[in-house]
């Protein structure tokens, strides 16, 4: 089975299990999912604050490299309950599948925590202490609404999507219906 098929069934999977969720458990996972989003959103306008457009301009986007497992299980069920896919080409190598020629193709809070968390040298060197306070307060944040969530669905929402989908395929019943 190569990437697509399984992102496919983890996509399927997904939708399964939120079809299943009990009302009050759809509610106290939006607002989970708000809160993580919002979390990010934070996250990302401290670094675009620093002038991190110019930076990563020069760069070239050396982060946004290989990226396959950066796309959680929680950050694709935030685009699946708000019905926004994630465009995924697996055959872009070394370019990481979500993202295109001029960048990533999610805006920064749809964006997998993964890489909205990172911070590489030439970022970090830039970063006041007033900075680095809010960013440990937003990644806190986070990574609690990724814990609160998996307790809620029963489910390791951090794990990279592909492996979950990956992990469960053999018993999975659910047929791959690929839109191509
Ligand atoms: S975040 Fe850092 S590594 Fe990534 S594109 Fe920007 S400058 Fe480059
Ligand atoms: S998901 Fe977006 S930000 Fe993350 S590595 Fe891929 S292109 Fe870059």
């Not at 990563?56 to 309950?81: I, M, P, S, W």
């Not at 001029?102 to 909205?116: H, K, L, S, V």
């Not at 040298?121 to 990724?146: H, M, N, W």
Request: glycine content about 6%; charged content about 20%.
């Amino acid at each position: 089975m190569d990437d697509q098929q399984v992102w496919d069934i983890g996509m399927i999977r997904l939708e399964g299990l939120l079809s299943d969720l009990s009302a009050g458990t759809r509610f106290a996972l939006t607002q989970q999912l708000t809160r993580y989003r919002k979390a990010k959103e934070a996250l990302a306008a401290v670094v675009e604050n620093i002038a991190a457009a110019s930076l990563c301009r020069e760069c070239g986007g050396q982060c946004c490299l290989n990226g396959k497992y950066r796309v959680n299980v929680f950050d694709a069920l935030a685009h699946v309950t708000i019905q926004i896919p994630v465009t995924a080409d697996f055959f872009q190598k070394p370019l990481c599948p979500y993202g295109a020629a001029a960048g990533c193709t999610m805006e920064p809070g749809m964006r997998p925590a993964d890489c909205i968390l990172f911070l590489c040298d030439g970022i970090d060197q830039k970063l006041s202490l007033q900075d680095r306070l809010i960013l440990a307060e937003q990644e806190q944040d986070v990574r609690e609404c990724i814990q609160e969530a998996s307790s809620l669905m029963g489910e390791s929402l951090g794990t990279p999507l592909l492996l979950w989908a990956e992990k469960n395929s053999n018993t999975s019943k659910l047929k791959v219906q690929r839109q191509i």
